[in-house]
Structures are given as C-alpha cells and as structure tokens.
C-alpha cells in the first residue's frame, strides 16, 4: 500500500507562484512513475504533469507547458509541482499519482496509476 500526501495549496493573484509537493510513503519510490493531475468544479480531472521513476524524462500538458515544473527526491520521497505564472484558469483541486507496478502507457491516462493523493486546494484570483 502506497500512500500519497499532498500539500502546498492556497490562494493566490494571478501571475504568482506556488510549489505543490507529495510525499510518498513505501520503500521503493524511485520505482514509481509520478504525476500531477487537477480537476476544476464541473470539470474531469485532467492531466497536468508527470515524471518517470529516474527522473529523466517529463510531460506536460499544453496548458501548463512553459510555466509549470515538475521534479522529484527521490532521498525525500517527494515529487513537486511548482507552478510559475499562475491563471485563475489553474484554479482546482490537484492530485498526484503513483504507478507503483510499472503500468507504462501514457502519462497522461489516468489508468496508469494505481495511488492517488486526497488532493490539495489552488485557488487563483484575477
């Protein structure tokens, strides 16, 4: 069982700043691919991020391509978001995900992860 925690959420104006992080619990965590997924109210949860378990590789979606960063310790067992730039249409609740059993395919399907966080709150204002 892998769990997954996330903080760093909050309000802001637009144009600033915030690093989500995730911490994630099990002994092998640089086995995990990671990503960062968000869902707005009314909206399906759409993919925002994601990382291989090695670090090397990373995705993103257009949306947030250019202005958001995703990274990972693997010594803190913790994968970040940090989100430059910020729109009132990044307002949501964002989630990170665990493929713990190399699932491989795409990123961004939801599918591909097993383990999801509870989720933690941006809000943007404009």
């Known amino acids: 069982q892998v769990q997954l925690v996330e903080s760093g959420g909050g309000l802001v104006q637009a144009g600033d700043s915030l690093r989500l992080s995730c911490a994630a619990s099990?002994?092998?965590?640089?086995?995990?691919?990671m990503g960062w997924f968000r869902q707005a109210p009314g909206r399906e949860r759409e993919f925002a991020a994601g990382?291989?378990?090695?670090?090397?590789?990373?995705y993103y979606a257009d949306s947030v391509k250019g202005r958001f960063t995703i990274s990972r310790d693997s010594s803190k067992k913790t994968v970040y978001l940090q989100m430059n730039t910020l729109k009132p249409e990044d307002t949501a609740v964002y989630y990170c995900?665990?493929?713990?059993?190399?699932?491989?395919?795409?990123?961004?399907?939801?599918?591909?992860?097993?383990?999801w966080g509870q989720g933690t709150q941006v809000t943007v204002s404009s």
């Open positions: 995900a665990a493929d713990v059993h190399g699932n491989g395919g795409r990123y961004s399907n939801p599918s591909k992860y097993e383990y």
């Open positions: 099990g002994r092998t965590f640089s086995t995990y691919d």
């Open positions: 990382i291989s378990r090695n670090g090397i590789s990373t």
